[in-house]
């Protein structure tokens, strides 16, 4: 065991100093320390061996975010592990209880099981995926409960101990049941907090919401419009392709372009197996916004590319406005979802009806055959 946390130490070694010297030959200052503001234009900079004064005309803030850890009595002791420190586990556990039903709740929960852990997903939602439509959410849920994964949702974690070297019980409450559950491993899954309280974000100006995520405009501008902030800090979608494209609104404005968060379409992917790769308006969300819709649905199991890969378990769903025949949004949950889900994103990217995708041919047989069935005046209701 030693001899393999030395070669993960020697490993983010490795590739902290080739960073460094990326950052060197591009002719950028790097330093590695906690940074404070003392005014709107600059910044202190505590290091290993100094505190550095910098000021700046522009300030441009990515801090990111850090797993939250609830206050839960006991919990402490049970030594929780986060989606970063189960990243570093040497052992498999044998009994893993993951509290949270999100996206990382549920990614592990598979990952965890297929590797032989017994798993438990406690969630206080009565459905797991909750910023999904339900019919998807139980797709899931349903493949996740045949491959051996336990659920207890509508029970949220009351207090937690200790009760032997490798054994942890949690007290639950909630409208999913009380009682008693044991495991020996815990993982908190249950959001994030923004890495903003130690920035002294208040002697600059800049404006926090009651979550602590910094406020930005379109521009990704902060209440000061020449601090700017990116990523998971402003609060936006937790993706690292939105804040990828955080970093190129930013850049194109500060050449001289026009470019703004508005109207993003915003794709992401759930890695499951099947993976969930999502894109636009759920059926719930389109509702609520008061369109007239269509809503289109088919079983993977009826494409013909699923069926010689022998994989056939998940569905297709679109969202169509019945005004203008738009995709509002799809749902695929199938294998390669977040690929299939980005031929969809382009057509509505392109403001394409959906029948263009339901007359394009595609190659036969591949997985991109099912929008054809998709849009089939059968499968649309």
């Known amino acids: 065991m030693a001899n393999i946390k ?10 902290r100093s080739a960073n460094l010297a ?9 330093l590695m320390g906690e940074a404070q503001f003392l005014g709107p234009k600059e910044l202190s900079i505590k290091t290993e061996k100094r505190i550095e004064k910098l000021t700046a005309d522009k300030i441009f803030i990515n801090t990111g975010t850090r797993p939250f850890i609830p206050s839960i009595p006991g919990l402490n002791d049970c030594q929780p592990l986060t989606s970063e420190s189960i990243m570093e586990l040497d052992r498999l556990p044998e009994h893993l209880i993951v509290y949270g039903a999100g996206y990382i709740g549920i990614e592990f929960a598979q990952m965890f ?20 439509d339900v019919d998807i959410s139980n797709e899931v849920l ?11 949702l509508g029970a949220e974690i009351k207090a ?28 908190i899954a249950v959001g994030r907090v923004p890495n903003t309280e130690r920035l002294n974000l208040g002697v600059a100006g800049i404006q926090t919401n009651e979550r602590g995520f910094i406020k930005v405009n379109e521009k990704l501008e902060t209440s000061i419009r020449s601090i700017f902030a990116l990523g998971d800090v402003n609060g ?10 955080d970093y190129r609104i930013v850049l194109a404005n500060l050449r001289g372009g026009t470019r703004t968060t508005r109207d993003r379409v915003i794709p992401y992917t759930v890695y499951i197996d099947p993976e969930l790769g999502r894109v636009g308006m759920t059926e719930k969300e389109a ?29 297709l769903k679109a969202i169509i406005d019945n005004r203008n025949s738009r995709i509002l949004g799809v749902s695929i949950l199938a294998p390669e979802g977040g690929e299939l889900m980005t031929v969809a994103q382009m057509a509505m990217k392109a403001q394409m009806p959906y029948t263009a995708l339901r007359d394009a041919i595609f190659a036969h047989p591949t997985l991109a055959e099912g929008f054809n069935q998709l849009f089939a005046p059968e499968a649309i209701e």
Do not use: C, W
């Open 6 to 15: 030395a070669h993960k130490q020697q490993v983010v070694d490795a590739m």
């Open 22 to 30: 990326k950052f060197q030959s591009s002719g950028v200052t790097f």
């Open 113 to 132: 099981r297929r590797f032989g852990s017994r798993v438990t997903v406690i969630s206080r939602n009565t459905q797991i995926l909750s910023n999904e």
């Open 142 to 152: 349903e493949i996740l409960k045949a491959e051996g994964v336990e659920f207890r």
């Open 160 to 187: 937690a101990k200790r009760t032997s070297p490798k054994q942890i019980e949690f007290e639950l409450r909630g409208q999913g049941g009380g009682g008693k559950i044991q495991g020996t491993d815990v993982l």
């Open 236 to 245: 936006g979608p937790p993706f690292t392709h939105v804040s990828y494209d």
């Open 287 to 315: 509702l609520k916004e008061g369109f007239d819709i269509l809503v289109a649905k088919v079983p993977v199991s009826a494409i013909a590319g699923a069926k010689t890969r022998g994989e056939n378990k998940g569905v």
